[in-house]
């Protein structure tokens, strides 16, 4: 396989993945458990935790930054695409506080774990 084909295979692959994050934490971005009168909003945590945690893997295991933004982009589609009202009038991701957190986060997170430099390894000499 070329190297043409298997980067092109790595971007297609975590553009997927992205998809695929991106409808999880539509799904679980609106959980919350009250304790005591104060909500705790496990859901877009865990949400966005997994976010950072799947553009992180994308971006330590590729050099090029080009899988980690396609995952990136799959994200904020599928998140673009839940704020929108279906035909029956339903709204996945409602206009309060865990929506739009949840709606501007990712973005926020991706960019700044895609634009982060990456830091090369110094390699211990082993001569004589």
């Known amino acids: ?8 295979l790595e971007i297609c692959g975590a553009a997927v993945g992205g998809l695929v994050v991106g409808v ?15 909500p ?11 976010v950072a945690t799947y553009l992180l893997g994308l971006r330590l295991t590729f050099e090029s930054r ?12 599928i998140i673009g695409i839940a704020t929108g009202e279906t035909a029956g009038g339903s709204v996945l991701i409602p206009a309060n ?7 501007v986060a990712p973005a926020l997170a991706g960019v ?16 004589n």
């Open 1 to 8: 396989m070329t190297e043409r084909w298997r980067g092109a």
């Open 24 to 38: 999880l934490g539509t799904v679980i971005e609106q959980g919350v458990l009250t304790v005591g009168g104060f």
């Open 40 to 50: 705790l909003p496990w859901g877009v945590v865990l949400a966005l935790g997994l």
């Open 66 to 77: 080009w899988p980690a933004t396609a995952g990136l982009l799959g994200v904020i589609a």
């Open 97 to 103: 506080i865990w929506g739009t957190i949840w709606t």
């Open 112 to 127: 700044i774990i895609v634009a982060w430099p990456r830091l090369k390894r110094s390699v211990a000499s082993t001569s």
